[in-house]
């Protein structure tokens, strides 16, 4: 009985051993590993005209959600995903030898990810053609980093949705949204990373890339 009780419990001593070494190894793989991506900053004008509109839509009630707050609206030009640290010190590299100039930014139209019949994301996206040639010249410097070859556009993110009260005037509201003769000058790029909490991502500049 005593050795059937003894046996029981070195199981049990390992099974939890087992348990803490997983637990402490995830642990490990989240501090290790970041989402990252690379984005640009509009100005403080740009992004209270963006956040008003945001607001407005907030208030409509069309959907339930997840809007993101004024302080972390940013455009994400490239999205690179789950990277270990030790990978990082590569990509700053890479990203230090892109030579470009400073440009003009007008805002454009919104949309939405995944479609309009199944809307996860509402946005708004930049009308540029020079950003577009730094987004190529990231893309092409990053590569090695980036598993994901389809086109990625420009856009600022402002809600994730969770379920749709009403569809109709939802679309119909953001076909309307629309941001004339919004411009600002991009003079860096940055890189970036998204921490999760549980009361939503958090957005940290690890590095700033100056524009000449």
Not at 41 to 54: G, L, P, R
Not at 169 to 181: D, E, Q, S, T
Request: hydrophobic residues 40%; proline residues 0%; charged residues 35%.
């Amino acid at each position: 009985m005593l050795k059937s009780l003894q046996k029981k419990q070195q199981k049990n001593t390992v099974f939890l051993h087992w348990f803490l070494n997983k637990i402490i190894f995830k642990l490990i793989c989240l501090v290790l590993v970041m989402r990252i991506f690379i984005a640009i900053e509009s100005s403080e004008h740009v992004k209270s005209k963006i956040f008003h509109e945001s607001e407005t839509l907030q208030k409509k009630n069309f959907f339930k959600g997840k809007f993101v707050d004024k302080k972390n609206l940013h455009f994400t030009l490239k999205f690179l995903g789950e990277i270990s640290e030790e990978k990082l010190g590569d990509i700053e590299k890479k990203l230090k030898e892109i030579k470009f100039n400073r440009f003009e930014c007008e805002v454009g139209k919104a949309g939405v990810f995944d479609s309009e019949k199944h809307i996860r994301t509402i946005w708004v996206g930049l009308i540029s053609d020079k950003l577009k040639e730094l987004e190529k010249k990231i893309s092409e410097k990053l590569s090695e980093f980036s598993k994901n070859s389809k086109e990625f556009s420009s856009h600022i993110t402002l809600a994730r949705v969770k379920s749709v009260i009403n569809k109709e005037n939802l679309v119909k509201h953001i076909r309307g949204m629309h941001f004339k003769n919004l411009k600002f000058e991009v003079n860096e790029f940055l890189l970036m990373k998204s921490e999760l909490t549980e009361f939503g991502p958090i957005y940290r500049i690890i590095e700033r890339f100056k524009l000449v």
